[in-house]
């Protein structure tokens, strides 16, 4: 079964800096998809970017873009020039049929 | 406006005692799925509907049952609900069941179970 894990808990950033939250997944496939999902304090899920496995290209979006290393099944998500908006929990979650989430990180944004 | 409804916002009830969580999107997603989210462990799947009629179990599945009668709900029964499946639940849609499209996401139900 695929697995998703993210290893950090929790992250803090000051505005304005830059942040790196990572996500590893295990996978047999070699074609899936893989998203960055935010959850602010009013617990929606929001999604903030997506990756297709067969490209090879990093997705971007504004602040937002990750690092997808396929080979070594790596996903993680930078945010620049964070604002006090991004403070939320971040969840990384893989697709193919079904899909799963990590266990998350909390995302502080300090002023 | 595209969205995903569920109802009740928030639940607190009794051990044993059935509950419906209803679920309704007016996008006509063919696929719909319904998530618990628990500190700690993220968001788990319990159950997905590929289409009407069709549905399969989730990582957890246990004391939960759903249907699929039409396109646009989909509900989440708890016949006999223990306090082990107290947690905040989401439902969520999307065009198909696969690929890349994006999981609409309902606003959560918070089901406390005493």
């Known amino acids: 079964a695929q697995t998703v894990t993210q290893s950090q808990p929790e992250m803090s950033v000051q505005e304005a800096e830059t942040v790196t939250l990572s996500c590893t997944y295990d996978?047999?496939?070699?074609?899936?998809?893989l998203f960055w999902y935010k959850q602010p304090p009013s617990r929606q899920m929001i999604l903030v970017i997506r990756?297709?496995?067969?490209?090879?290209q990093n997705a971007t979006e504004n602040r937002f873009s990750v690092n997808f290393q396929k080979a070594a099944k790596s996903f993680s998500l930078k945010i620049s020039d964070s604002q006090l908006g991004d403070a939320a929990m971040y969840f990384c979650?893989?697709?193919?049929?079904?899909?799963?989430f990590g266990a998350g990180t909390r995302l502080t944004v300090k002023p | 406006e595209a969205q995903v409804t569920q109802n009740p916002r928030y639940l607190i009830t009794v051990t044993g005692k059935k509950l419906t969580v209803t679920c309704s999107q007016n996008?006509?997603?063919?696929?719909m799925s319904w998530y618990r989210q628990d500190p700690g462990l993220g968001l788990r799947q319990i159950y997905y509907?590929?289409?009407?009629?069709?549905?399969d179990k989730g990582d957890v599945p246990e004391g939960y049952k759903v249907s699929r009668k039409e396109k646009r709900n989909f509900p989440l029964i708890l016949e006999s609900p223990s306090p082990n499946q107290t947690s905040l639940y989401f439902c969520?849609?999307?065009?198909?069941?696969?690929?890349?499209?994006?999981?609409?996401f309902g606003p959560g139900t918070r089901l406390t179970v005493t």
């Open positions: 969520a849609s999307s065009i198909p069941g696969t690929g890349g499209y994006e999981q609409y």
């Open positions: 996978t047999s496939e070699s074609d899936y998809y």
């Open positions: 990756q297709e496995a067969y490209k090879q």
């Open positions: 979650a893989y697709r193919r049929a079904d899909m799963r």
């Open positions: 996008m006509n997603h063919e696929y």
């Open positions: 509907s590929m289409n009407v009629e069709v549905t």
